[in-house]
């Protein structure tokens, strides 16, 4: 019974590690089995465990050849000692035989799906990838289904059943046939003709229409190959120009329905945004600047601009004959637009191009734009004229239109204008990213061609140049063998490779046709060109139109790839002038020349404003002492020392009356007023030079000193303040009442100090001459030269004279310069009288001078008679009523220098200083040349680097939008 019981117990076991271990498909030896089931004989169970094993077995090496699954690990079940019942379970392995033909199935379909993947992405790896050549089919190809309404075209055409009525019934044909037949006699001789003109006749012409048929099969087909083309042409150009209509009315209304057409109007704008501010930024066009336009190069006079006017189809250029018209670089942006418009970049003029009186407008002001733009010497110029052409129907791009290509500098170039062309193309050209439309005259002998190797040094494996041939109607007419064309369209002939080759007609040659007349007649050259008849030139080569087409989606496709990496590089860009920027400027803000402008703008105005918060003490105190300085020659040479020489009080006064009226009336006012603008001038100069510790920025030092020196250019002293200062001085210097001591002492001290300070520079002048005394010989060890000898000599001789006569007139008589002479020879000194006279000048000023001030101390206590008149007194002072007079009058001018100064002049000082820095802050070219420095210059980089990267990266999200 535990025999029985145990051998159950591992028959169960031994059937279990057989049905996990069958899918290695490796017989399980008896030393695999488990330890107890050695012993024990496994007859009963046998058959049913074999077929068991060969069932599983099956099943699950299929399973197992698809999924590839592991193996599980077997886990020993535990040996169960208690009895355990025979039972057959049927239904149970019933259910497991079908739920193990379900997973058969499962594997089947999921091998067979993972072949045939595989197999399809193998067929799919073989295609060729067409879709670099996507840009030759034009973009409205792909979007007639948006503008022509296909089902009502379906719904139009006639049913199939209505088309079967106009065929002929076959079925009749085939019964007059048979009967006609049937009417000639099979045996007669009619029917053996019959049967021979049908085995002999029907050969030949059969043989004779396949003759024909070979030879001109080819030309037939081409023939109506052509013809298709151009039909479908002609029907493209109507509904292209419906179509053209439709855009210009909804364009002109509201934003309802229109948003796809005002994104791809916007992207444009955009980007020629950035194109503008690059420009200005890099003027050099060095290697930062890789974005995407259309360089149009080409030789002189090959059609560059004729090809470029029919792009935007209008007549905007400068026109000549033979004559170069392009002098310097012109960047045209094209987009679509109601109206068809151009409009310069720095102007809001728009010019409506469908009017020949606004086309000639713009053609003279891009002459004129360009003739401004060429410095002195030079023939052309680098610097870019920016132009938006805007109207319905265009494609949009940027094209920059260059200077033509010439062999040969003319009388009236500059020297160096051959080579300065050459670097403007290739500081274009050489943009890895630049579109090159190689313009070729199809009218002159390719050899003659100078743009086509420029273009192949640039641009060797042409993935980037589009050919294009122009003047196509006149190398037909002129060229002996078409074929030549041919092998250009073809890139056979020239030396360099192109993306595409086109063949365009610009016009007869007349400057006054019209862009529609040139359509016309390109459109019906081309119709009867034996070029398109004989397969020369295909149809999507010719026309225009289909440049126009084919660049702006070569544009469009060069923008998509590498605008993004663009937007990288300027990122990096921005990144490093900040870090260099905080590392060299860590405590001052980012402004550029603009915000600089303002704060030194601003700081000008407070300190012309300060001019009125000067205190009036100050101003007449400077007014008084200037024009004190400028005047006090002429009155003590001209006025006091003439007077002085008279005989008595009444000729004095009368002298010094006349003296001052004539110099009240032609000198005084203007030197007062001369004075006035020079004290202005100096106190504005003070504030603006004026360091304010600290806050001191140095950079606007040469800001500052442009606009004073502007300003002071252009202020004018009012003419009509001369007038009424005259008035004023002439009645001040009229009155001779001093009313108390004090204006009296006050005028001796005038009086006292300027001459005493004439007294110095005569002493001074003496010393000059006359060279070192004795003290500064001895102890310095100095000498006299020998003209000092003579004249110390004459010195002493003439001091002996002046000591005999202490009276002396200011001028010697001749005998008295005769005996100074003779006394001087006599002592072995030669001397000419002029220096005798020189010498008595000086001499007499300062024996004269030393008198006066000697005189002023006697007239400290003469007020009192001057009270009386001088009256029974000895002691005259009418010298010193001169100087108070004077004194007085400088006072009163003064004041009213000072009053003119506030109330009038420092106004108009600030409106001219508005005025300056209006008008700076208009000139680029004065910022650039007022505000300089490397703190300046980095952060005008970083704002430009800033602003292209914002603009870029609004661009890229327009275009992604437009995806």
Not at 191 to 199: H, L, N, P, W
Not at 440 to 450: F, L, P, Y
Not at 719 to 746: C, G, M, T, Y
Not at 951 to 963: P, T
Request: some cysteine.
């Amino acid at each position: 019974m535990m025999l029985r019981v145990r051998a159950g117990t591992v028959c169960f076991v031994c059937h279990r590690f057989i049905n996990y271990s069958i899918g290695t498909r490796t017989r399980v030896p008896l030393k695999k089995l488990h330890l107890s089931s050695r012993t024990i004989s496994h007859q009963s169970n046998l058959k049913s465990t074999a077929a068991h094993k060969l069932l599983n077995g099956h099943s699950l090496r299929k399973y197992f050849s698809f999924s590839r699954l592991p193996l599980r690990p077997t886990k020993p079940l535990p040996v169960l000692y208690e009895y355990q019942p025979h039972r057959n379970f049927w239904v149970a392995r019933l259910a497991s035989r079908l739920l193990r033909l379900r997973y058969l199935i499962l594997g089947s379909a999921v091998g067979g799906g993972y072949t045939a993947k595989k197999t399809y992405d193998q067929w799919k790896e073989m295609v060729p990838d067409f879709s670099q050549y996507k840009w030759i089919v034009p973009d409205f190809i792909w979007e007639l289904d948006e503008h022509i309404d296909l089902e009502k075209i379906v719904k139009a055409l006639p049913d199939a059943e209505d088309m079967a009525k106009l065929l002929p019934d076959f079925e009749k044909i085939r019964e007059n046939f048979s009967f006609l037949r049937n009417l000639v006699p099979r045996d007669s001789a009619g029917d053996s003709a019959f049967r021979g003109s049908d085995g002999t006749g029907f050969e030949n012409v059969d043989k004779q229409y396949k003759k024909v048929s070979d030879k001109d099969k080819i030309d037939q087909l081409q023939q109506e190959l052509l013809q298709t083309q151009l039909k479908y042409q002609r029907m493209l150009e109507r509904l292209e120009k419906e179509n053209k209509e439709l855009r210009k009315v909804v364009l002109e209304k509201d934003d309802k329905g229109i948003h796809h057409r005002k994104v791809k109007k916007s992207l444009i704008d955009m980007y020629s945004e950035v194109l503008d501010i690059l420009s200005d930024y890099d003027s050099s066009y060095n290697t930062q600047d890789h974005l995407p336009r259309v360089v149009v190069v080409g030789d002189q006079s090959a059609g560059k601009t004729s090809v470029l006017e029919m792009i935007a189809q209008a007549r905007i250029f400068p026109r000549g004959s033979g004559e170069m018209m392009t002098r310097a670089p012109v960047k045209v942006t094209l987009s679509e637009g109601p109206h068809h418009v151009g409009i310069f970049k720095d102007s809001s003029r728009e010019f409506d191009l469908t009017k020949e009186a606004d086309l000639a407008a713009l053609r003279h002001e891009i002459e004129i734009r360009m003739r401004k733009s060429v410095k002195e010497g030079q023939t052309v110029s680098s610097e870019t004229i920016s132009l938006s052409v805007k109207g319905p129907g265009l494609q949009r791009m940027v094209l920059v239109d260059l200077p033509g290509v010439i062999s040969t500098v003319t009388s009236g170039m500059a020297a160096d204008t051959k080579e300065t062309i050459f670097n403007i193309s290739r500081a274009y050209m050489q943009n890895p990213n630049a579109i090159i439309l190689c313009i070729q005259d199809g009218s002159v002998d390719a050899e003659r061609s100078i743009v086509t190797d420029l273009v192949s040094q640039m641009d060797p494996q042409g993935k980037r140049t589009i050919f294009v041939l122009t003047k196509v109607d006149l190398a037909e007419k002129n060229l002996a063998s078409p074929s030549r064309i041919q092998q250009i369209i073809e890139g056979r002939l020239f030396p360099m490779k192109a993306l595409g080759y086109f063949a365009v007609v610009t016009g007869k040659g007349n400057v006054n046709e019209s862009i529609e007349s040139i359509k016309d007649y390109e459109e019906d050259f081309f119709q009867n060109s034996r070029l398109l008849k004989t397969g020369m030139l295909k149809a999507h080569q010719a026309t225009t139109k289909n440049l126009s087409l084919a660049v702006s989606d070569c544009f469009w496709k060069m923008v998509r790839e590498s605008v993004e990496q663009q937007a990288d590089a300027f990122k990096a860009t921005r990144f490093n002038l900040e870090t260099e920027w905080k590392n060299n400027f860590p405590r001052l803000r980012e402004l550029d020349r603009h915000e600089l402008f303002e704060k030194a703008k601003n700081e000008i105005l407070d300190e012309v404003i300060s001019l009125s918060q000067v205190t009036p003490k100050h101003w007449e105190e400077s007014l008084k002492k200037k024009l004190w300085e400028r005047v006090s020659t002429h009155v003590i040479e001209n006025i006091y020392l003439p007077a002085a020489q008279t005989a008595n009080s009444g000729t004095f006064n009368t002298t010094v009356d006349i003296k001052l009226k004539q110099w009240t009336d032609k000198q005084l006012p203007n030197k007062a007023v001369e004075v006035a603008w020079e004290t202005l001038q100096e106190e504005f100069s003070r504030f603006m030079t004026e360091q304010k510790g600290k806050d001191h920025d140095d950079i606007f030092d040469k800001l500052k000193e442009a606009v004073k020196e502007e300003s002071i250019k252009r202020h004018n002293w009012n003419a009509l303040a001369e007038d009424s200062l005259r008035v004023i001085q002439h009645n001040a210097l009229e009155d001779r009442s001093i009313s108390d001591k004090q204006q009296w002492d006050a005028a001796i001290q005038f009086m006292e100090e300027t001459l005493n300070t004439r007294l110095n520079d005569t002493l001074s002048v003496i010393r000059d001459m006359v060279g070192p005394d004795w003290k500064e010989r001895w102890m310095y060890w100095l000498n006299r030269t020998s003209e000092q000898h003579t004249r110390n000599e004459t010195k002493n001789e003439l001091e002996k004279l002046l000591k005999i006569n202490e009276d002396h007139t200011a001028y010697l008589a001749n005998d008295e310069v005769t005996t100074v002479r003779k006394n001087l020879e006599a002592r072995g000194v030669d001397v000419d009288p002029i220096l005798i006279k020189d010498t008595w000048h000086q001499i007499y000023r300062r024996h004269f001078l030393r008198t006066a001030v000697d005189h002023c101390n006697l007239c400290r206590r003469g007020f009192y008679y001057y009270q009386r008149h001088f009256v029974d007194s000895e002691l005259e002072c009418n010298d010193v009523v001169l100087f108070w007079r004077i004194q007085r009058m400088l006072a009163i001018t003064a004041n009213t220098l000072r009053q003119q100064l506030i109330n009038t002049e420092v106004r108009r000082l600030e409106k001219n200083v508005k005025e300056v820095l209006e008008d700076f802050a208009e000139s680029s070219e004065k910022k650039l040349q007022l505000l300089t420095g490397k703190r300046v210059q980095l952060a005008e980089d970083l704002k430009k680097v800033r602003e292209i990267q914002e603009k870029l990266e609004a661009f890229i999200a327009a275009l992604h939008q437009e995806k």
